[in-house]
């Protein structure tokens, strides 16, 4: 049996292995280099687009709102009020005394301005007790013949506004002339026809046209 001394076979596995990597190496080495040479160099990123600026949004158009109307308070003219202070029903009862209140406060502004216009203005009859009116109401009833007739100057308790407490009888003709130009920026308006003197609360500053007497 011959022996070899000094070398150590290597084992031929162990070489195929080795070799095997080598060639597996060039072979990666190959296809990376081809594949970069078949999709060319990396395209350009796309760039994010610039939008133009669009003209200024307008500016919201301001507006001047209309003038309100003033606010007036209320009149109460389907109610008698009760009276505040006790009269004889004969007497002339003075000034605003026992008118509603929104009323005597509207004629008592109406009249500082009227004065501040170098008037003169005074009440002749303001409120009057039913009783009174009634009175008032059956004197002209003799002295126009019929009812009918009274009502164009006299009303019935039930219907007159100097009764409700909102109506005031001015004097003298001057500070009429000057109520029916000024009146409605109180609330204050001519009524009747017939009557110079004859003005009312109605809370609006604008009047309606008025009634040919006071019956209608």
Known sequence: ???????????????????????????AAAGCSGRGAAEGPHPAQPQARVLAAGPPAPRPVTTTAAPRPPAFAPVVTDRIPTPSVTLPLSAVVPGTTNMQPA??????????????????????????????QQVLF?????????????????LPPSRSAHVKGYAVDVH??????????????????????????????LATSTCPPRLPTAAG
């Open 172 to 201: 003298p003709q001057a500070v009429a002339a000057w109520l029916e130009v000024h009146g409605a920026a109180f609330g204050i308006c001519r009524t009747y026809a017939n009557e110079w003197w004859h003005f009312e609360y």
């Open 138 to 154: 059956d004197r002209a009833v003799a002295r126009y013949g019929s009812v009918q007739a009274a009502s164009n100057w006299v």
């Open 103 to 132: 009323a005597a406060d509207a004629f008592a502004r109406a009249f500082a301005a009227a004065r501040a216009a170098g008037l003169d203005p005074q009440i002749r009859s303001a409120w009057r007790s039913a009783a009174f």
């Open 1 to 27: 049996m011959t022996t070899t001394h000094g070398l150590r076979p290597t084992p031929w596995p162990r070489r195929v292995a080795a070799g095997g990597v080598t060639l597996l190496l060039a072979a």
